[in-house]
């Protein structure tokens, strides 16, 4: 079974400051991949950041970094300089080649101003 | 990146009737759909995986007679909840896959409130 871990249900942050949301995983899976997707109010699924397990570099994009140990079955994001738009739930997920995506469960993120 | 509809956004009926909820892939041909269910507060819960042509796959302790998942074509999917009990009131959200990108897009979801 895959499993997708997050154990912060809530984090805070001031705004410009430096946040990592921490997520860990089980596969028994060769082949997956890993995405951090953001939920607004709107309720909207808005795809943040992705990386393929076979690459051994991070992925980034703009603010938005990860930092992924594959051994420990680990895949932060970190969010630099973060902004009051930044506040919403964000959800860890693992895909298969089938496309096929579990979530974990969730971390509100607060972006106090 | 593509674009994925869902209609409708929100929909209110009476227990014990039916509602069909549609998931439109507008700009690609989607070869598998996803649907899922998100309790208030919660994770999103994959329902079922239907690919165009065949029978949905429902995961685990979904009911597939309360659920009715039709693919019948390259772009468009849909949900049908079946005799609607208040338990059933939820978010639901679709995403649709190529299958070339291992990337899923979502659409934008259906409230439904079952009174």
């Known amino acids: 079974a895959q499993t997708v871990t997050q154990s912060q249900p809530e984090m805070s942050v001031q705004e410009a400051e430096t946040v990592t949301l921490s997520c860990t995983y089980d596969t028994s899976e060769s082949d997956y991949y890993l995405f951090w997707y953001k939920q607004p109010p709107s309720r909207q699924m808005i795809l943040v950041i992705r990386q393929e397990a076979y690459k051994q570099q991070n992925a980034t994009e703009n603010r938005f970094s990860v930092n992924f140990q594959k051994a420990a079955k680990s895949f932060s994001l970190k969010i630099s300089d973060s902004q009051l738009g930044d506040a919403a739930m964000y959800f860890c997920a693992l895909g298969n080649r089938d496309d096929k995506i579990i979530f974990g469960k969730g971390t509100r993120l607060h972006i106090l101003p | 990146g593509a674009v994925v509809s869902q209609h409708p956004s929100w929909v209110i009926c009476k227990s014990g009737t039916s509602v069909k909820i549609e998931c439109r892939s507008l700009d690609f041909q989607a070869t598998t759909m996803f649907w899922y269910r998100q309790f208030p507060k919660q994770s999103l819960m994959l329902m079922a995986t239907s690919n165009e042509g065949s029978k949905a796959t429902y995961e685990q302790g979904v009911e597939k007679d309360k659920f009715l998942i039709n693919h019948a074509s390259l772009t468009l999917s849909t949900l049908t909840v079946t005799s609607a009990h208040p338990e059933d009131s939820s978010f639901y959200i679709c995403?649709?896959?190529?299958?070339?990108?291992?990337?899923?897009?979502f659409g934008q979801g259906t409230r439904l409130t079952v009174v």
């Open positions: 995403s649709a896959s190529t299958g070339r990108s291992t990337e899923a897009f």
